[in-house]
């Protein structure tokens, strides 16, 4: 059977920078249609096969759809993180999704079609009715560019071997009798899930081997909050410490030494900078593994055995091997989020993926020329290693600085708690917001310039 699509735009993915980039599209012009196409059943992306104990790493105001808060804005009254914004669980994430959803198909603009199968060139196919579908008139906005891996739906990046016991992460919440030894594979954000989660479950810290073949940079989940007197106090404080360091592993020891990044041990210089939040409760907790395997990329597993390109390491027969190790960000490269072929939202404020969506979305809206579009929505990149991170501070404040330069553009991201550095408008004459906003303007310059030195930029 075969359909065709009357609408203005087909959405390719309905994870999280799809949803942002549709809200803000739907928001701003009340005229647009939009068909969002996607392999799973529903909205959220990869929340939909997340692992049972994960949660938002940021605070949940800076995640979603700039519409709709996820959350209610609090700050959480107890616990480690007292004082701290509140994190959504995977839980609390899709089913806001479903109701972010719900209501944009409501209005009848939007209509999603789940569980289908994108051929390119406005072309899709139901993986349940078989039916082909065809949008011939709609602009192609593909919203996979930066989709994550997750473990559940990766191979480990390694050889299991006959009797070895190889579990992906989501799977540790099903295992029905304690192993003699965890061997967590894994440097990024959800290897350090894991062991937090593991050891507040009462697994001793011995029972635990955490194969790092890279040591990471986090940024304290303190210092990155709503509050825009916190987070641009800490933006201030990053370009007071690159301004004053020799190169960039030196900025990263002054940004540790001002609270704003953490490791895990401070005997080893990270060469890993995806910088992920974390607290200083979990980071304290993950201090107490030992057993660190720092030998590179596993190569292979085998019963009571770990095999990397420099030799093996022997662990118990009975261990149980959680693999943590997909690709969570991806660095295809930058590229013009708007070309004949699709609009391809991409993060333009560095780390802050949703914002970057909406605001694709809201400038798709607002403005008519492409190269418009592009000159003042500009993608900035993710950062793997301390230089890459140097080119992201520097391409993203760039970026930042020409959307700020809009008036609509900068009036409308000071609506969306999405914005991490919006300026509210109820706090305009608030002492605190303006000092912090002097001292940032003060330090951006020299902060920038030696930043563009270890990145090798004009």
């Not at 839980?91 to 999704?97: I, K, L, M």
Request: net charge negative.
């Amino acid at each position: 059977m075969q359909a065709t699509l009357d609408v203005d735009y087909l959405v390719v993915g309905a994870g999280a920078m799809g949803m942002a980039f549709t809200d803000a599209l739907t928001s701003t012009d009340p005229d647009v249609s939009v068909a969002i196409v996607d392999r799973r059943h529903g909205a959220g992306g990869h929340w939909l096969d997340a692992y049972g104990f994960v949660r938002l790493h940021q605070a949940s105001a800076f995640y979603g759809v700039p519409s709709t808060m996820l959350g209610a804005g609090r700050l959480q009254t107890e616990g480690p993180e007292k004082g701290l914004a509140e994190r959504a669980s995977a839980a609390e994430v899709t089913e806001y999704y479903a109701r972010v959803l719900g209501r944009l198909t409501a209005s009848g603009r939007v209509v999603f079609h789940g569980r289908s199968e994108y051929s390119g060139d406005g072309r899709f196919v139901s993986l349940l009715s078989g039916t082909r579908f065809h949008a011939p008139r709609a602009r192609i906005v593909d919203a996979r560019y930066l989709s994550p891996d997750i473990p559940s739906l990766t191979p480990p990046p390694f050889a299991v071997e006959d009797g070895a016991r190889v579990v992906a992460v989501n799977d540790l919440v099903r295992i029905e009798h304690a192993p003699e030894r965890y061997v967590i594979v894994g440097a990024g954000k959800t290897a350090t899930d894991t062991c937090v989660w593991l050891l507040q479950n009462g697994v001793p810290p011995d029972a635990i081997t955490w194969v790092r073949p890279r040591d990471p940079w986090l940024l304290n989940r303190a210092v990155v909050q709503p509050d825009p007197v916190i987070f641009l106090g800490m933006a201030a404080d990053t370009m007071a410490a690159a301004a004053a360091a020799s190169d960039p592993d030196d900025a990263f020891v002054r940004m540790e030494d001002a609270g704003i990044m953490l490791r895990i041990d401070p005997t080893v210089t990270p060469t890993m900078a995806k910088t992920p939040t974390l607290a200083t409760w979990e980071l304290d907790l993950v201090r107490t593994i030992e057993d660190v395997v720092r030998r590179g990329h596993l190569r292979s597993v085998g019963p009571g055995r770990l095999s990397f390109a420099d030799g093996d390491v022997r662990v118990p027969a009975e261990s149980l091997v959680v693999h943590c190790a997909a690709e969570g960000l991806k660095y295809p490269g930058l590229r013009p989020i708007w070309t004949p072929e699709a609009i391809t939202p991409q993060t333009v404020r560095v780390g802050f993926p949703c914002f970057g969506a909406a605001l694709a979305g809201y400038v798709e809206a607002a403005r008519d020329d492409d190269g418009e579009k592009n000159r003042i929505c500009r993608p900035s990149p993710y950062s793997n290693t301390p230089a890459d991170w140097a080119t992201m501070q520097v391409i993203g404040g760039d970026a930042s600085l020409a959307m700020s330069r809009e008036t609509d553009l900068r009036e409308w991201a000071d609506t969306t708690t999405l914005n991490p550095a919006r300026n509210p408008p109820e706090r305009a004459d608030d002492p605190a917001l303006l000092a912090v906003r002097a001292r940032f303007k003060e330090l951006i310059g020299p902060g920038r310039a030696r930043l563009a030195e270890f990145a090798r930029m004009p």
